[in-house]
């Protein structure tokens, strides 16, 4: 049973006569008449009686009829469905991202994405840069956002934007207004984010690059959110390293100060799967950026 068999049959039993549905079909008599035989043929069932030179539906031709109407009418459905996903006039893109990029950067422009598609339904889910690598991954998140470079078989990476992470205490704190070298940042309290966070792997990144033994920083606390993270500084003896992006509101009402030390600049990197094709949603939103 084809759809152009359930065509032809509706078109047949609407009129109930052949050569009329033929010609609304755009198609011959032999063809439309081909078309209810092959049914009635391939379910050893007839659907009409020829009543001279008319016809008439059998009983069985009358409960088939709303249920080949309901089959059409539902692959018309299908068809604007995907009429509507093509053209974003529905649809959904799943994004996973981590903290600093969803915080800082992504939401300007999931706003616009969202302005000039507000059909399309946006789901961003926030964890740290290790998590959304495996969203990504594993198909969870079309779309995957994080800090710095991340090994993955199966990712592609695509630069986006381009940030820095910088070292910060509070105004009162013993380095602020030295000249602060890398033994004193061995010595200092750190706060820092917890394993995983790409801020955190940055960090360390640099620090070794600088030349220095990681493990004998003293990391006191580690805390889940570039803003936890800030208020510990804030309220206590000790420094932190997290992206210009986070910190800048806390430098501009006078709570932190940017410490004198250079650390390394970092990209914002977008994550797709090699082996997995944009959705219309994503592929849009990626030529937004």
């Not at 903290?99 to 964890?127: G, I, M, N």
């Not at 630069?159 to 070298?181: E, Q, S, W």
């Not at 889940?224 to 800030?230: H, M």
Request: charged share 25%.
């Amino acid at each position: 049973m084809t759809l152009d068999q359930l065509k032809i049959f509706v078109a047949v039993a609407e009129r109930l006569h052949m050569t009329k549905a033929a010609e609304a079909m755009n198609v011959t008599q032999s063809a439309a008449s081909a078309a209810i035989a092959a049914l009635e043929t391939q379910h050893d069932i007839r659907l009409f009686d020829r009543v001279g030179r008319g016809l008439t539906l059998t009983d069985a031709g009358k409960i088939f009829l709303p249920e080949a109407k309901a089959v059409l009418a539902r692959a018309l459905a299908a068809t604007a469905c995907l009429r509507d996903l093509s053209e974003l006039r529905r649809g959904e893109l799943s994004i996973a991202a981590s903290q600093t990029v969803a915080s800082y950067w992504l939401p300007s422009r999931l706003a616009r994405f969202t302005h000039d598609y507000p059909q399309v339904d946006v789901k961003l889910t926030v964890r740290n840069t290790a998590v959304v690598a495996e969203a990504v991954e594993e198909g969870t998140a079309q779309l995957g956002f994080v800090e710095g470079r991340v090994d993955g078989a199966k990712l592609d990476h695509r630069r986006v934007a381009v940030d820095r992470i910088a070292v910060y205490a509070a105004p009162l704190h013993a380095f602020v207004g030295a000249a602060v070298n890398l033994e004193m940042l061995l010595s200092a309290r750190w706060v820092l984010r917890e394993e995983g966070s790409g801020t955190r792997a940055m960090f360390l990144q640099s620090m070794n690059d600088h030349g220095a033994d990681v493990d004998r920083l003293r990391i006191e606390l580690e805390l889940p959110s570039n803003e936890a993270v800030l208020t510990a500084v804030e309220s206590g003896p000790f420094v932190t390293a997290v992206s210009r992006l986070a910190a800048q509101p806390f430098v501009d009402s006078g709570r932190l100060v940017e410490l004198p030390f250079e650390l390394a600049e970092r990209s914002f990197e977008l994550l797709t799967h090699r082996e997995r094709q944009f959705s219309h949603a994503a592929r849009a939103f990626v030529e937004l950026l």
